[in-house]
Every structure is written in C-alpha cells, then in structure tokens.
C-alpha cells in the first residue's frame, strides 16, 4: 500500500475525529469563559492545549494543511493565554469560537468529498495568525521522518475502535432478525411439544385396541381350532404380525419423535443462552450519553444571550444516562427547538424579572431520568409561562375553534405553522418549531406534553424508548385484528365490570386512582364501525394509555400476551398512515400494526359523545311512562328539565331542594332521579348519599347536572355513588336523553 492510500484511508478516522476534537473545544471553551477558579482554569488551558496539538498533528497525518495550520495558531494562543501573555477577554472568545465552528464546517466539507478552497477556516486563519503578531518564527509543525506517518499513541486509543453507524445499524438489523428465529424457535418447540403428547395419547390408544383385537381373536378361534377353522386361524396370525409390527413402528416413531422434541428443547435453550446477551451487547455499542444529544446547547444558549438582554444558567442533568444512538440522533432537532423558545419566549429579560420579583438569573434545564423501558426527557425554565390568550388569538385568526380549557390550548401549540410571536427574529417567530418537536417524538414512538404555571415556568416532557428497533408491546385484538401497543405507553391493563362504567356529560369514563378517565372501544378509535357494545356479561379487558398527563382508557376485544418483537418501517407508501407508527411479524407469521398511544389518547379526547356511548339505546325511554324526579333550586333550570323530560314522555316530579327530594322520594318514589349539586337544606352529593345508604333506594340511578366542572368535583360525584354526571355549561339534552334511556 503506498502512502496516498494509506492517507485516504485515515482520512475516514481524521473525519470523525475532528467532529470530537471540535466538541472539546467548545466544551472547555464553554468552562472556561465562566471564569473558573484558578485550579479548574489551569484544566482547561491543558485540555485546550492538548486538543488544538492533537488536532495539528492529526491534520498533518492526512496532510490538511489549512487546519494544521488552524492548530498550530490555536496552539500558540492558548499557550500564552495560560501563561498570561494574552488577555483573555471577550473578543478573544469570540474568535476562538468562530474558530470552532469554521473547524467543524470544514469537517463537514472533508465528509462529503468537498475540497476546503473558500471555506471561512481561511479568514479565520488569518485572524488567528494576527492576534500573536509580532512573534517568533516558529515552525508550524515538529519534523517527521520521511516515509513516516504520525500516529496517535497507544494509550490515546484506549482499545477503542472506531465503527461507522452504518455496520451497526446493520448489525443490530440482523440481532432483530435473530429475536425473531428465538420467538419462533420457541413456538415450534411448543408445539412439538403438544404433539408428544399427543403421540403419547395415540400409543395408549393403540394398546387398548390391541387389547381389544387379541381378545376378539381368543374368543374367535377357540382354545382348540378344528381343522374347517384353520384359514380363519391363519388369517388371524397374520393380523396379529401386522399387529406386532405396527405396534414396532409406533414404538420407534414416538421414540424418534421424543429425541427430536429433546434436540428441539435443547437447540432452543442454547438459542436462549446465545441471542438474547448478543443483542445486548450489540445494543451496547450503539449507546451513546444522553449529553451528546445536548451538544450545541450550552454554545446555543450563549450566543443567544450575548448580546440580549437575558441573563440565563443553563443546566445538562443526567447527561450519563446512555441511550440507543438513533434515539440521541432524534432529540437533537427537538432540544434545540425547545431550548431556543425557552429564551425566546419563555424567560423574561432581566428588567421584567425585576419588575415581577423574581432574580434577574434565569434558569433553564435539561433533564434526563430513567423510567423503566423508557427515558423521559424535561426541558424547564422559570420564566412567563405560556400565553393562552396569545395562542387563542391565533387560533381565531386562523378561523380554528380556541379550546376554553388551558390544559387543551397548551396541546394547540404543536399545530403546523402556530406561532404566537407577531415577528419573525433570529431566534424564533416562524411557527415551524413545535410542530418539528411533535413530529419528531411521534417517528421515534414517543409522547411531548407541556406544562406551565402563568409566571413561574413551562416545562416539556419528552417521553421516549431505549431503542427503537425492538420494544416490549402488548398485544390485543380489537375487530378480528391484532395491534400491538408499546409498554411505553401503557399506563395499566385491567378487566372490569360493567357497572364499574360511569358517564359524564354524556361520555364514557372509569375512575383510574379517583379521576374520571374518558372510555372508548379501540376499534371505534380506529375508525371501525359496528364495535361492539361496552355493557355485557363477564369481564371487560381495558387498556389505559398514558402520554404525558393524558390519560384514556380503550376497551378491546381481547388481551392476547405480552412479548418483544422486532420493529418493521411501514415504508414510504404507508409512513403516514393515522395512529400507526410501525409493524411487526409475529411467531406465527401474521403482521401486526404498532398502535400510536398519543395519537390514541387525541382521538378518543375528541371521539363525540355518541360515539363513546355504543350502547346507548335511541333517545326515547324503554318505558313510556317511567318516573323521574328532578331537583333543582333554579326555577328556570328545574321547568326547562322537566319540559324536556315531559316531552320525551315520562312522569317527572321537580324538588327545589335536596331535602324536598328526599321527601318526595320516600313519598312516591321514582325510576331515576336527576339532581343539582348545589342546593340549599341538602346538597346533590348529600343527596346521592343518602339514596346509597337506603335498602329501599340504593339501586337508584341517579344522574348529576351542575356547574361545578372540576376534575374533583366530578370525582367527588362519582365517589358519592352518582351513575353520571353532566355539566351545565355543555348541556345537550340529545345526551341526557341518552344516558336516562342507558341507565333505565
């Protein structure tokens, strides 16, 4: 090999060593310009002077004289920085930082094959090249022996070899595929086992009619066969040969079989011991720490904030933790979208802060934890929150309905094009940010929720997984159809009972630790029609899914298994196809689509109060003539309600008060009782409780029309023994109508 190939082969390794000599740059760089102590500095100065060295004689190796160059200079001014010969000061920074980002443009340039000609390392260069004029002659680099070539020293390698992402993504490509022989080595093994037994089952069949046929031909020939018999005697020796020989073959057929079960138990059980810690080993060397996701942030932060006026600590936790490759890859456009709106829109320049009382510092932190298969992710400040009202009037403006509730205006602002910014800076204003968040945690499988207290903080919670080319899933059958649902988003899996069902404003919710959780059929989720009915005989199997603080719960045909499979793109053609965000192969061949649990949670949220409520009878009564009574200490409410009622052919008598009702009630009693929760004497959950307590009345249904639209306060209905409850503020007698008829 001559020396011009040896040299294009180590330009490979010169690549992508120059994108780490550049983050270590940046890095201490960073460090240094927060003034450390004087101990820490002295670090730094050695780290840098190590860095800029390092890169000089790497650059030399494949013969890149520009950024040789760019060492040598860094080289000399860093070491008289150190030895106080220069002044560190704010315009020497800026240049060793415009030197940083000129080293991994030309990198970038060398990556793609690209010459260095007009590249900015040039000026940059020649500005290095000024700040020690005048200074000594000095040559740029040591002499090396002809025919040699610099390389690094052993210790520098540490035994670590440098691999491109392409032959692991291969590799672990190729573990998955192993995943797969293993679940179906596993299957096949099962079901050699059910026909062991079976063969097992047949042979002791066969003994019995053994058995049978050997006394049938006893009492057939006699003890003493006559002479006119002995045809009938050799026909009956023949039987028994064949007989014999069967039962032979049969012998050594199960024997045979029962070796072949025991070298498929054995070849599984060493598939068990061998693919399982390769897969682990192979996903090991695709982690890298969560802090590589970050880098650029903290440089990010800085420059946004040097010439502004904010004053910002940012802060990288949990930078340890080590994720799958493609997951860090993925959270680098999202972090930095996030990190950029937080100086932007979220903390307060320095003169608001005062003027609010809070210190002219503000604070912003990523933040990376461990939870269980999954990391969660929070980019927080302390600044202004969230603008609701802004968001509300660009809604308007782009005639979209504005949600009254907060909590669902903060969900608005991952909508494409939705900026709440009036113009368009460097920084942000241009309403792509957010939307490239939601659609980059939905390609990886996971969730982003936001959160915010008006004045004192937003925070983003990016849920993601490990990895993503297998995950652990739970399987079900919804319409004949199986889907298989990430753990990741599986908030916990239960069989209830019908009566444990309750309703609110028309919909269907269970209890999940006291807070009403919207219920839904995953199959009407999905668009399928003709699910079938919530109510019914027997245990009904729930799935509730959880994204961020969202929660829905899905009834599905059946709960199948828990399992991990291999993840399968759906293609070009299928990418976008709604709530699915991959495909699997299971053991036995069939194909079943990865179910979106965020987008789960959106659709069932807006899924219409008639669709939630399959069951639900048409909106006249069972009986024409069932009696209802209603209080409400509002005239006007307690006349409208009983119009209604009238008109759709009940029996209705009205209480103004609790106390009222429950005098009524003991006195002519009722089919359903529909009430008020604030009232005077008794109120509606006083009311409710009562009903419970009492032998002759605790069957009651009864339905809980109020104001109070709290999540407690629905809780605290619900608790009381409530059957529904419904909220004046979206009354819609279609859906009182509805739930009378339900309940009756």
Known sequence: MDKDDLVQRLMVTFVGELEDHARALERDLLALEKSPAPDVKGELFASLFRTAHS??????????SLLETAGHHLEEIIGAARDGRLPVDAALFELLFATVDAIGEAGHRLRTNANLAGVRLDEVVRKLAMVMEPREETSPSAPVEPGAVARPAAEEWGGAVRVPAEKLDALLAQTGEMLIVRHRAEARSQAAAVLQDLMTTLHREWRRVEQHVAGLLKHDIGPEPHSTARNSVIQHRRLETTI???????????????????????????????????????????MVPFSAACDGLERLVRDLTARGDRKIQFDIEGGEIELDRSIVEGLKDPLLHLVRNAVDHGIEPAAARRAAGKPELGRL????????????????????????????????KRALAAPADDLDATQIIFLPGLSTSETVTSISGRGIGLDVVKTRLTSMRGTVDVSFKAGQGTKFTLVVPLTLTSIRVILVEASSQVYAIDTIGVHRVLRINADEILSI???RVL???????????????????????????????????????RLAAFVVDDLQSEREVVVRALGPRLRHVKYVSGGTILPDGRIALILNASDLIQQALNLPAAASLPDAQANTPRSAKKRLLVADDSVTVRTLQKNILESAGYDVIAAVDG????????????????????MPRMDGFSLTEAIRESKRFRELPVILVTAMESDADKARGLAAGADAYCLKSTFDQKDLLATIARLL
Do not use: C, Y
């Open 55 to 64: 890169l000089k004689g790497s650059a030399r190796t494949v013969r890149v």
């Open 244 to 286: 014999q020989r069967n039962r032979d073959a049969l012998s050594r057929f199960e024997g045979s079989f029962e070796r072949l079960v025991a070298d498929l138990g054995e070849d599984r059980r060493v598939i068990e011991q061998t693919v399982p810690p390769l897969d682990v080993e192979v996903r090991r060397t695709r």
């Open 365 to 396: 932190t990523v933040a990376a934890a461990l939870r269980g298969p999954r990391v969660e992710v929070t980019v927080s400040d302390d600044g202004q929150g969230l603008d609701t009202e802004a968001i509300r009037h660009q809604l308007r």
């Open 505 to 507: 404003e028309g919909r």
């Open 511 to 549: 209890l999940i630790a006291g807070i009403p959780v919207p219920l839904a059929t995953l199959s009407e989720a999905l668009g399928f029609r003709g699910s079938a009915p919530l109510a019914g005989g027997g245990k009904i199997p729930v799935v509730v899914l959880a994204a961020g603080n």
């Open 659 to 678: 106390m009222e009702a429950w005098r009524l009630l003991s006195e002519k009693g009722a089919d359903l009782v529909i009430s008020d929760v604030e």
